[in-house]
C-alpha cells in the first residue's frame, strides 16, 4: 500500500549534474524521514543523504558540498541534486521512506558517471 518512485538516473559526464526525484503514495500518513541510499556492484550499500520531517539532513562525507537533498511535503517528494558528478558517484540510489518505524524502498534509478 506504499508506492515509492524514483526516477531521474541516467548517463552523465564526469562534472555534470543530475536531480533524482522519489515520490511517494498509498499509506503514507505520518512520514518521518526520507533518504537517498546508493549501491555499487560488489560493495555495501550506503546512506547518501537524510532528511527528517523538521528539516534536520545528514550527507555522507563523499558527497558533502556537492549533493543536495530537500523535499516537498505538499507532495510528498524527496530530491537529490547532484553536481560535480565523479565517477565514483556510480551506483544504483534507492529511496526510502520512514513511517511509522518501517522503512520503505523504491526500485532504484542507475546512475552511470562516463566520458
Known amino acids: 500500500q506504499v508506492h515509492v518512485v524514483e526516477s531521474g538516473g541516467g548517463l552523465v559526464q564526469p562534472g555534470g549534474s543530475l536531480r533524482l526525484s522519489c515520490a511517494a503514495s498509498?499509506?503514507?500518513?505520518?512520514?518521518?524521514?526520507m533518504g537517498w541510499y546508493r549501491q555499487a556492484p560488489g560493495k555495501e550499500r550506503e546512506l547518501v543523504a537524510r532528511?527528517?520531517?523538521?528539516?534536520?539532513?545528514n550527507y555522507a562525507d563523499s558527497v558533502k558540498g556537492r549533493f543536495t537533498i530537500s523535499r516537498d511535503n505538499a507532495k510528498n517528494t524527496v530530491y537529490l541534486q547532484m553536481n560535480s558528478l565523479k565517477a565514483e558517484d556510480t551506483a544504483v540510489y534507492y529511496c526510502?521512506?520512514?513511517?511509522?518505524?518501517?522503512?520503505?524502498w523504491g526500485q532504484g534509478t542507475q546512475v552511470t558517471v562516463s566520458s
Open positions: 526510502n521512506v520512514g513511517i511509522l518505524g518501517d522503512g520503505y
Open positions: 498509498g499509506s503514507i500518513f505520518g512520514i518521518y524521514a
Open positions: 532528511i527528517r520531517s523538521g528539516g534536520t539532513t
